[in-house]
């Protein structure tokens, strides 16, 4: 026998066509009718119901035909608008997904009793256009009204929006005649400063105020909040080379000097910064309690066989034999003086 090729399996089988009787082959066959009807019934239930949606990059799937072993639109859609399942009931009701239905039932041995469910009538067919004629239309109503509330919520935003623009721009009735009176004012004043600019420079003393200008915001219609009087006549700007205002000493720093400084000073915190590395070391550490601060001299440590000199080791070693012996002819000289005094004193007790 020659080799066959079964696609349900995915393999090459050397026995011939009676591998279709198999039990490895009909179990693997009952898995995939099993799910191939699943996702038909629910394309079934769409024909008396037919779904209509907008469109969405999910509705460009693609369904995969075992009988007619082809890749099938699963729906129907233009970009707009979405017929769920059209693609996939239109395809099962053609005749060659009928006749290829047959041939898979035929040449695998499946159970014709479940044949006629995975192919769809002309009546079904019919039907399933009709309903999704009215649901398109359906839809279509929906979206105008939809359409129509949006274009209503846009004009009313944009009417509201037009009325604060109106509002604010319009001036007040009730302040335009006093605007008038304002605004003659003001050429009155300023003709008569013109004319009598003596009478505008600063008196001496404290008690000087501008009445001129006092005048002017005073004056009501424009309903101005009055914030106070700014000299600028003695300090200059940045055009005019002056010294800018940060940079000005306050009159409390130019006059009080020995004013006592807030926070810290320097000293202070390089202290504390040495404190909080201190925490971290061992508490009972060696030196942990020496007074870093206390000023001893240089020579305090004793001088145990120059131990501490500095220099090589035979220099020192040399230093250390001429000390020795001097030290050592000084010492026998005592020692033969004390013996010579013992020997006087033992000589006058003998007499």
Not at 41 to 47: P, W
Not at 157 to 179: F, I, K, N
Not at 281 to 308: E, K
């Given at each position: 026998?020659?080799?066959?090729?079964?696609?349900?399996?995915?393999?090459t089988?050397?026995?011939?066509?009676g591998h279709?009787?198999?039990?490895?082959h009909?179990?693997?066959?009952?898995?995939?009718?099993?799910?191939?009807?699943?996702?038909?019934?629910e394309?079934?239930?769409?024909?008396?119901n037919?779904?209509?949606?907008?469109?969405?990059p999910?509705h460009?799937?693609?369904?995969?035909?075992?009988?007619c072993?082809?890749?099938?639109q699963?729906h129907?859609?233009?970009?707009?608008?979405?017929?769920?399942?059209?693609?996939?009931?239109?395809?099962?009701?053609t005749?060659?997904?009928?006749?290829?239905t047959?041939?898979?039932?035929?040449?695998?041995?499946?159970d014709?009793?479940?044949?006629d469910?995975?192919?769809?009538t002309?009546?079904?067919?019919?039907?399933f256009?009709?309903?999704?004629?009215?649901?398109?239309?359906?839809?279509?109503?929906k979206?105008?009204v939809?359409?129509?509330?949006?274009?209503?919520?846009?004009?009313?935003?944009?009417q509201?929006?037009?009325?604060v623009?109106?509002?604010?721009?319009?001036?007040?009735?009730?302040?335009?005649?006093?605007?008038?009176?304002?605004?003659?004012?003001?050429?009155?004043?300023a003709?008569?400063?013109h004319?009598?600019?003596?009478e505008?420079?600063?008196q001496?003393?404290?008690?000087?105020?501008?009445?001129?200008?006092?005048?002017?915001?005073?004056?009501?219609?424009?309903g101005?909040?009055?914030?106070?009087?700014?000299?600028?006549?003695?300090?200059?700007n940045?055009?005019t080379?002056?010294?800018?205002?940060w940079?000005?000493?306050?009159?409390d720093?130019?006059?009080?000097?020995?004013?006592q400084?807030?926070?810290?000073?320097?000293?202070?915190?390089?202290?504390?910064?040495?404190?909080?590395?201190?925490k971290?070391?061992?508490?009972?550490?060696?030196?942990?309690?020496?007074?870093h601060?206390?000023?001893?001299?240089?020579?305090?440590l004793p001088?145990?066989?120059?131990?501490?000199?500095?220099?090589r080791?035979?220099?020192?070693?040399?230093?250390?034999?001429e000390?020795?012996?001097?030290?050592?002819?000084?010492?026998?000289?005592e020692?033969?003086?004390?013996?010579?005094?013992?020997q006087?004193?033992?000589?006058?007790?003998e007499?």
């Amino acid at each position: 026998m020659g080799a066959f090729y079964c696609s349900i399996c995915r393999k090459t089988d050397f026995s011939g066509k009676g591998h279709i009787y198999g039990k490895s082959h009909q179990s693997k066959l009952k898995v995939i009718i099993v799910k191939f009807m699943e996702k038909i019934k629910e394309a079934k239930r769409t024909i008396k119901n037919p779904q209509v949606e907008k469109y969405s990059p999910d509705h460009d799937e693609k369904f995969w035909c075992y009988c007619c072993a082809l890749e099938v639109q699963k729906h129907v859609t233009d970009s707009n608008i979405s017929v769920l399942y059209g693609g996939l009931l239109e395809h099962m009701s053609t005749p060659e997904h009928r006749t290829n239905t047959h041939k898979f039932w035929w040449d695998n041995k499946a159970d014709p009793k479940l044949r006629d469910k995975f192919i769809i009538t002309e009546e079904a067919t019919e039907r399933f256009k009709s309903e999704v004629s009215k649901a398109l239309e359906q839809f279509e109503e929906k979206e105008d009204v939809f359409i129509k509330q949006q274009a209503a919520v846009i004009r009313s935003q944009e009417q509201h929006r037009l009325e604060v623009l109106q509002s604010v721009s319009e001036p007040d009735p009730e302040l335009e005649q006093p605007a008038e009176v304002d605004q003659h004012s003001s050429k009155h004043t300023a003709r008569s400063s013109h004319s009598h600019s003596y009478e505008m420079e600063p008196q001496p003393g404290p008690s000087h105020e501008d009445f001129t200008s006092h005048g002017q915001w005073n004056e009501p219609g424009l309903g101005l909040t009055f914030i106070g009087y700014q000299d600028t006549s003695s300090s200059g700007n940045v055009h005019t080379g002056a010294v800018p205002p940060w940079l000005l000493e306050e009159p409390d720093e130019a006059s009080g000097s020995g004013q006592q400084e807030m926070g810290p000073s320097l000293q202070e915190f390089l202290k504390h910064k040495e404190q909080e590395k201190l925490k971290k070391l061992p508490p009972n550490r060696v030196g942990a309690n020496f007074d870093h601060s206390s000023h001893t001299d240089a020579n305090w440590l004793p001088s145990f066989g120059r131990v501490w000199n500095s220099g090589r080791r035979w220099q020192s070693r040399h230093q250390f034999r001429e000390e020795e012996a001097k030290t050592r002819g000084k010492r026998k000289w005592e020692g033969d003086g004390k013996a010579t005094k013992k020997q006087k004193d033992l000589s006058n007790g003998e007499l």
